[in-house]
């Protein structure tokens, strides 16, 4: 079965570029998108296929996808972005999800 | 705007049947995919299944075996059955519109704690 795979976590300043990488064999060739979770909260599509905004999401959230290589770019973060980030893409009919990035604003 | 919202017994007891709904408001559970994703505590995302409103399903084939998900249009309402379910099926279980030709979740319920437990 297809999986996707991210880092536990990932660091970065306030106001500084982070970069949240996903990994899956041919990705490129899907769509990826991207989910922020804050804490007790539920999901928010952040990212879909590969670099589209969904409406109200920041222009800071950017996306790309190459490869075999999904990412997720914030930049100038703010504390308001520490959250857990999902990638997820569809192969063969089945929704992947992957095991989640921590970003942490410090 | 369409709104999400899941309901069900939140514990549920070892080798019994957990069954959730999603009642859909604000638009037709005519169109579209709907899907439920559940969320063990501290760990990540698990899709579950999805079904059009036809009734259409499409499964994660590690679940497979012990999931149902039926939909009842006259109540803009779908459902999830589980069977045998273990202290490992406990989680938040959301549901959520997949919306095919994007190829991802864009509106998702507030999510609902199942605990397995005798």
């Known amino acids: 079965s297809y999986e996707v795979t991210q880092p536990p976590s990932v660091s970065v300043s306030p106001g500084q570029t982070a970069s949240i990488t996903c990994s899956g064999d041919?990705?490129?060739?899907?769509?990826a998108c991207w989910y922020q979770q804050k804490p007790g909260q539920s999901p928010v599509l952040v990212i879909y296929?590969?670099?589209k905004r969904p409406s109200g999401i920041p222009e800071r959230f950017s996306g790309s996808n190459s490869g075999n290589t999904a990412t997720l770019t914030i930049s100038g973060t703010q504390a308001m972005d520490e959250a857990d980030y999902y990638c997820q893409a569809w192969d063969s009919s089945t929704v992947v999800f992957g095991g989640g990035t921590k970003l942490t604003v410090l | 705007q369409v709104q999400l919202q899941e309901s069900g017994p939140g514990l549920v007891k070892p080798s019994e049947t957990l069954s959730l709904s999603c009642t859909v408001s604000?638009?037709?559970?005519?169109?579209?995919?709907w899907s439920w994703i559940r969320q063990p505590p501290g760990k990540g995302l698990e899709w579950i299944g999805y079904i059009y409103y036809t009734g259409s399903t499409n499964y994660n084939p590690s679940l497979k075996s012990r999931i149902t998900i039926s939909v009842d249009t006259s109540k803009n309402r779908f459902y999830l059955k589980q069977t045998s379910v273990t202290a490992a099926d406990t989680a938040v279980y959301y549901c959520a519109r997949w919306v095919a030709t994007i190829s991802a979740f864009d509106i998702w319920g507030q999510g609902t704690m199942v605990t397995v437990s005798s």
């Open positions: 604000g638009g037709s559970i005519s169109t579209y995919y």
């Open positions: 296929k590969d670099t």
């Open positions: 041919k990705l490129g060739d899907k769509y």
